[in-house]
């Protein structure tokens, strides 16, 4: 596995490649995660593919040109995305990919399936919030009042905890989601990369029409990976959307939230060898 860095006038991109396959694949972790995350899969499918991980916006290496809160709060759109995986390729000198995205990462993958889906060869997304990111992430993404909480509490050294802990009780959220999110809000930096999650990334709401479109013209292989015991993103959240998908299999891991194990890899390697 080698570092790399990508630059252009967003970002200065930091991500891991692995593999030495043929084929490509571009990697998109989970929150509070690495590029690393998908490295597992090297050893069953480094033959046929070499992966590119990336650190998405606001972790570890990777870094906005200008991380100021004017820009945050202007957000990214898609097309704008679309366009740093463009030159991205240009400079890897690949044509055509696959998308493998897990949870948060979901999102990219959709988004660049959604726009580019005439390069896509496989499009695969487990913990796929994308399909249904659910209440809290929209309130506090998309909606202005919910915005501005977010940014007050998110700021504040101690109100964010309170605010987990209130959410807990109210049972908005599960006693998974409050572990996770509890363990990512522990420093200032880490606060704010979380809120900065929230609010850049407002736009890449998944249009399903179009990624419906997308799929099915282009006939891209399409695998959904669930854990059967994942609160946040249930395997129910597919219902709708997944049996529209032409080429679509769909997986159910003995797994929660945390699910790129032993058995991911297999289920995955046995669907794609």
């Given amino acids: 596995m080698t570092q790399h860095y990508f630059e252009n006038d967003l970002v200065n991109l930091h991500y891991y490649k692995f593999g030495n396959g ?17 490295k597992p899969l090297e050893v069953t499918l480094g033959e046929k593919y070499t992966f590119y991980g990336f650190d998405l916006f606001f972790h570890k290496e990777t870094k906005l040109k200008d991380q100021s809160l004017t820009v945050i709060q202007k957000g990214i759109t898609k097309k704008e995305l ?39 060869d496989e499009y695969i997304i487990a913990a796929p919030s994308s399909l249904n990111p659910g209440r809290l992430i929209a309130f506090f993404s998309k909606n202005k009042t919910g915005n501005k909480i977010l940014q007050k509490f998110a700021l504040h ?6 605010m987990l802990k209130l959410f807990k009780w109210l049972r908005v959220i599960n006693d998974q989601d409050y572990k996770i999110l509890y363990s990512e809000i522990g420093t200032t930096e880490l606060r704010f990369n979380f809120y900065a999650c929230f609010v850049y990334l407002r736009f890449f709401e998944t249009d399903e029409e179009r990624l419906l479109k997308a799929l099915n013209e282009q006939n891209i292989k399409s695998i959904f990976i669930f854990g059967k015991l994942d609160k946040s993103f249930p395997p129910r959240i597919g219902d709708k959307f997944i049996p529209k998908v032409k080429n679509a299999e769909v ?23």
């Fill in 22 to 38: 043929p084929k490509a694949m571009l990697c998109f972790h989970g929150y509070g995660m690495h590029g690393k995350q998908f």
């Fill in 82 to 120: 679309v366009y740093l995986i463009e030159e991205f390729c240009q400079d890897e000198n690949i044509r055509r990919f696959s998308v493998i995205g897990y949870s948060m990462g979901s999102h990219y993958a959709t988004v660049i399936t959604e726009e580019m889906a005439e390069r896509i």
């Fill in 157 to 162: 050294e101690k109100a964010l905890t309170r």
């Fill in 251 to 273: 997986v159910l891991l003995d797994e929660g939230h945390e699910m790129i194990k032993k058995d991911f890899v297999s289920q995955l390697t046995r669907l794609l060898l």
